[in-house]
T-cell receptor, first 110, second 114 residues
Framework: KNEVEQSPQNLTAQEGEFITINCSYSVGISALHWLQQHPGGGIVSLFMLSSGKKKHGRLIATINIQEKHSSLHITASHPRDSAVYICAVEGVQGAQKLVFGQGTRLTINP | DTAVSQTPKYLVTQMGNDKSIKCEQNLGHDTMYWYKQDSKKFLKIMFSYNNKELIINETVPNRFSPKSPDKAHLNLHINSLELGDSAVYFC?????????????FGPGTRLLVL
């Protein structure tokens, strides 16, 4: 079992729908990252958070440290949001070492 | 303008060959990383360097040897390539590598070993 589990693995929705992607982890962490991998392969960092909630445009990320759980929400989804979304966690000590979830493939249909 | 660049983008080679992938960042960051993304799209860290010093060395075969000539460059040399080395290799950098920082990824190098 991976230290970081994401659900769902695949998600298909219609344009405009509210999207939620979940990430659960089993180890103590100092921070959690949400990344986006475009169909072309490039990886972009969306959020880094260690508590509470962050918002950037239509994207919202939340984390509950006690429950070891984070969610990524997309409001008013658009076909250009179609990508793989990856959750990654950093351990509590030492150098920044990311442990990744398996990713969630999101497809938004027009 | 590119923050983190990798060369080459694509690499097709025969089993047993030796190849190198280069990475450069112009962000002034102290820490650089190599990640491997397998055929199932699962990412895993291989190495990290802070200011030319090896910080993280995961359980990677000895055939993989990173080299950092200066803090803006981190190259990956692979000896005696095997079929299982086929993957996408991503370079990344972060300001200090201490933790709680955004990492900036290169475009990836797709390696295919035949």
């Amino acid at each position: 079992k991976n230290e970081v589990e994401q659900s769902p693995q695949n998600l298909t929705a219609q344009e405009g729908e509210f999207i939620t992607i979940n990430c659960s982890y089993s180890v103590g962490i100092s921070a959690l990252h949400w990344l986006q991998q475009h169909p072309g392969g490039g990886i972009v960092s969306l959020f880094m958070l260690s508590s509470g909630k962050k918002k950037h445009g239509r994207l919202i990320a939340t984390i509950n440290i006690q429950e070891k759980h984070s969610s990524l929400h997309i409001t008013a989804s658009h076909p250009r949001d179609s990508a793989v979304y990856i959750c990654a966690v950093e351990g509590v000590q030492g150098a920044q070492k990311l442990v990744f979830g398996q990713g969630t493939r999101l497809t938004i249909n027009p | 303008d590119t923050a983190v660049s990798q060369t080459p983008k694509y690499l097709v080679t025969q089993m047993g060959n030796d190849k190198s992938i280069k990475c450069e960042q112009n962000l002034g960051h102290d820490t650089m990383y190599w990640y491997k993304q397998d055929s199932k799209k699962f990412l895993k860290i291989m190495f990290s360097y802070n200011n030319k010093e090896l910080i993280i060395n995961e359980t990677v075969p000895n055939r993989f040897s990173p080299k950092s000539p200066d803090k803006a460059h981190l190259n990956l040399h692979i000896n005696s390539l095997e079929l299982g080395d086929s993957a996408v290799y991503f370079c990344a950098s972060s300001p200090t590598g201490v933790g709680g920082e955004t990492q900036y990824f290169g475009p990836g190098t797709r390696l295919l070993v035949l």
